[in-house]
Structures are given as C-alpha cells and as structure tokens.
C-alpha cells in the first residue's frame, strides 16, 4: 500500500500543478474537452507507473537499468518543464504546429533553442533533472510486490491504447492534454507524418513559375530601393512618436526632408510569419488568396524589368529559412545576394549582420549604368534575439530594452544607406519605400515572438516613402498624402510600384492586377479600408486564426488556444488592446464584420462555428 502510494505521488503533485495552471480554463472547456483532459490524466499517469514497473523489473541489468532511467527521466522534464516554460512566454502550450517547426525549420529551431537558452536556465534543469533521477531511482530499487509481468502487461496495453487515440485527435485537442501526453502525442503523429520522400530541408515555400511580361521600350530617369525590415513593430520607433528616442537618424532625417520623407499612420501586415508576409509585399498577393495566383504573381522587380532597370536583391536571411531558395530559384535578376552566398556568420538566428548587406549595397548603387536601378533590400537586426554591438546597448534589463537597442541598431544601419545614396549624389533621384514583415510582441499579451499572434503589436508596421521632389512633381502626391492617415498595408506595395512606374495602362500589368487585394498609395483609399491577417493557408500550416481590420475595429479569432476565443478591440483608441469589446457589440454588426473574410474562401475554414 505504501509502495503503491509512493508511486502515485509525482503523478498526483503533477496532476495538482496542471490544476493550478489550468485553474481559469476548465470553466470554459467542453464536456469533449474536459472528456480528452481526463484521459490524458489517466494516459499520464500510465505513462509513469509504467515505467516505473519496468524499471523495477530491470534493477539488476545495470546498463539497461541505467540508461531508460536516464531516457525516463529525460522525456518527464523536457516534455513538463519545456512545455510550462513554453506556455508562460507564449500564453498556450506547444501544439502540434509547433513540434511541425522543429521538424521543418530544424536549423532555425536549433538557433533559436541557443539564443534563448541560458546558463542559468541549464542549471535549473539540471537541479531538477537530478533531483528526479534520485526520486525515480530509489523508487524503481524499493520493493514492489505485486509488480507482476501480467499487471506491466495490462498497463501497457491500456496506456497504448488510450495514447494511440489521442495522437488521432492530437491537432484538435492538443491545448487540453496534459502536457507530457501532448508532447508525446503530437511528437508520435508528426513522426508518423514524416516525408521520407526528400532531401529534408523542411516544408517551406515552393517554386514560383514567373509571370513573363512584354518589354517596353519606355524608361524611367529614377532610381527604387525597397526596404523590408525583419519584425519591427511600429510602436517602438521614435518616428512614430515612441517614448524612447529608438530613431533618432530617422527622426533627424524626417526633419530635413518634411516635403519629401512621409510617415503612414496605420500600416498593418497581412500575415504575422515571415514565410508569407515577405512574399505579400513582394507579389501584392495575400495569404487567403489561392496557391496558383500565390506562386504565378510577378515580384516587384518584374515590372521593372518590363522598363529595363537594373535590379537587384540583397538579403541578410538566409534563403533555406523556409524555403525561399526554392521560392526565388527561377527569378531573373542582375545581382542576388543572401547570407548563404555572403560566407558571413550566422547573427540574430539565420541572418548576418546587416552592416554587411549595406556595405555590399554600396557597391551596387555606385555601378556607371545608363539604366536606373531598382533594389530590394531585406534586413534583419530586429529579429530574436535582438543582438547588437555595445556601442547600441543604451538600454538594459528587459525583452523591451534588448529590442530597442536592435532598432536603434537598424537605425543606424538605415542612416549608413541612405548616407551612402547621398554620396553617390542618387539621394535626389532615388525614391526609398521602408516597411517590415511584421511587428513583435514582447509579452504584450503574454506572448514573445510573432507567429502566434495577430494582437496590435505583432500586425503594426512601419510604412515609410521617401519621394524626392523631382519624383513627387510627376506623381498624384496629394492623393498620397490623403492616404497617410488611412488604414493601408504592406501588401499595398506591389500596385504601388505599378502606379510609380507608370505600367498600370500596361494591358497585361492590368491583367496581373485585378488579382490585387492591396491599393497603390497614389489612389484614393477608402474610409471602410479592410485589411485581413492569417497565418494559415493551404501554402503555410500555423494554427492561429485570423484577424481583421476595418475602420477602428480590430477583430481577432484565436485558434490556438481552447476554447478558441474571438475578441474585439478599438485598435485606434485601445492602442495597447486591453478592452475586449467583443460582448459590446450587436450581432447585426458583428456578422457584418465577420462577413468580410467570407470573400475568400479559405478564411471560411478559420472562423467560429455557425459563422
């Protein structure tokens, strides 16, 4: 009895824990729901007496004993303390998406795991891990009579059973499981799931096929360099009215330029991964949109082409990150430039160190060419884990702080390019749009990073336009300054190049554009300007939901969170989203706004039941 007793301890302790975490959530559980975190606490708790009894079986094999004692020992503490450590940075326990990440993005996983990872973190595993190997072991030599082959037997075909429906239902129920079934379960079905078919690189994005277009003999007399910064979020840049003087060269800039450099106001992004906002603002096509107008829309550089610029792409990601290698494999450029081909060290996960990339763009702007040239410049010193050089370490102590020296890096990055456009005497003559594939939240709402958030601080962008006067005097730049204090977005880009470059009468450019969701910046944008945001598609599969802007409303529908929750803010006056007004509002208005996603059909997938 007191064996018995003993060998239930860490599983009730444990049971006791998840309770206490949970404590909020059961209330808002289903009967299914409840029903699933019932049998995970049965799967959990066989897991362990299981494991236990072999062990006690296996007390006079040393070796054997030793080593599933260690592997034992090892599977409790990474799948209960990673996944409690994941659910307070990220608000939800991993799910099976997230073990999907590791499998694709092993590289990136591995970079990440390193960055965030602490000496003092590795000690705190190591005094738990070692003070569970002393309990288990003393429990697995102690004398337990009625530890019979039959009784392992029964437990074991019972915890297979059980287990082996839960990883069916795994996608679904994953945020109700314990967490040491959920990490088992959802790591059984991905390596049941296991491609064995290719060279693993991970999933990723796939191979375009370009959009050709006729030549033009026409051609322009300026230059383009478009900007894509790497999770910056517009809230923490000084030029948009940040405590913090995080932008000062920006800042400085926007001074002696304030007929020439224009801020946007309420920039959002349509997608909150990486992996679909860089090719939003690339193509002008948007992640609901179907995956035959997603891999066949021109780039950006097309167009130019079509007026025979000199084009180029500068990027300090690396190009196997989700697979844009095979992504740009067939583009037709005069200079693609990346971290892989750079031979720079990795810095800030899977990129370089961006003074690099705009070393190497100095190069490239001061090449004799009787063509302008049009560039697009990816950088990243804003991504996790915000590392920079001690002269930029001005602030210290917090998430917060280490993210407001990367921008005041990438700052001083900016100032170096646009320092060197001045130089080379093309500053008059170039025409330089700044914006980012997404913001980042820095446990806002209690969460660190961006994929699994659509909350203000994670879809905010900047959007920034630098129109030299001699380019402004032949464009419609009142329009353009109307649009600054409209709801616009990064996908506006693409039908914004269109209207610079003066193609937009062009016949099969105005064929490539009705596919457009976003509008050129040159034309009047409405007052009711929507701007949806999702990270799931039939390219991309991140279990998140979806987001919606229209007006002053911000609608969200969560996903990976159980129950799934829908939620309402006043994104303008609520900047920080603390109110949710999804019970202040009729349901007259409400299905009206809902109603904006059933345009495209595979938000229909992401919506709430009844919708």
Known sequence: ?????????????????????????????????????????????????????????????????????????????????????????????????????????????????????????????????????????????????????????????????????????????????????????AVTSQLINWDKSRTYKGEGLGTRTPFKMDQSKEKRDFNIIVVVLESMRKQNLGVYGYSRNTSPHLCAFQKAHPDEFFVFKHPYTVSTTTMLAVPAILTGIAPYQTPDIFYKQPIIWDYSNILNYRTFFLSSQNMNWYRFDRYYSKEKLDYYWSQEKSNYPFFNDLGIDDKYTVNHLDSLINIQDKNPFFGVVQLNSTHYPYTVSPPFLKWKGTYVDDYDNAILYQDHVLNKLMGQLKRSGKLENTLVIITSDHGESLKDHNNIGHVDSYYAETISVPLMVYIPKAISSKMDIKTFKKNLTQT???????????????????????????????????????????????????????????????NNLHYIYRMNIVPNRAELYDIKKDKKEAKNLINNISKVRLDKLISYFKKFEICKKYLPPGK
């Open 1 to 185: 009895m007191k064996t018995g007793f003993s060998i239930l301890l860490f599983p009730f302790v444990y049971l006791i824990v998840d309770l206490i975490v949970r404590f909020e959530l059961f209330s808002l559980y289903s009967a299914w729901q409840l029903l699933f975190h019932t049998i995970s606490v049965v799967v959990s708790t066989l897991y362990f007496v299981t494991g236990i009894l072999i062990l006690n079986k296996l007390k006079k094999r040393k070796i054997l004993y030793t080593s599933m004692l260690v592997i034992f020992c090892l599977s409790l503490v990474l799948s209960i303390l990673g996944s409690y450590v994941f659910f307070y940075f990220n608000g939800f326990f991993p799910n099976y998406y997230t073990y999907a990440y590791f499998k694709n993005e092993p590289q990136s996983a591995f970079f990440l795991l390193k960055d965030t990872i602490k000496l003092q973190d590795i000690l705190i595993f190591v005094l738990i891990y070692s003070g569970l190997y002393w309990y288990f072991r003393k429990l697995s030599k102690s004398n337990i009579g009625w530890n019979s082959n039959k009784r392992i037997g029964l437990t074991l075909v019972v915890f297979l059973g059980l287990f082996s429906f839960l990883v069916i239902k795994v996608k679904k129920y994953d945020q109700c499981l314990m967490v040491d079934t959920n990490f088992y379960a």
């Open 488 to 550: 616009t977005s990064n996908i506006d880009i693409a039908p914004t190049i269109i209207d610079l470059l003066g193609l937009d009468k062009q016949k099969d450019v105005q064929e490539i554009a009705k596919n457009f969701t976003g509008q050129s910046l040159f034309k009047p944008i409405s007052n009711n300007r929507t701007v949806i945001t999702m990270n799931n598609n039939d390219v991309v599969h991140f279990k998140v939901g979806v987001s919606l802007i229209r």
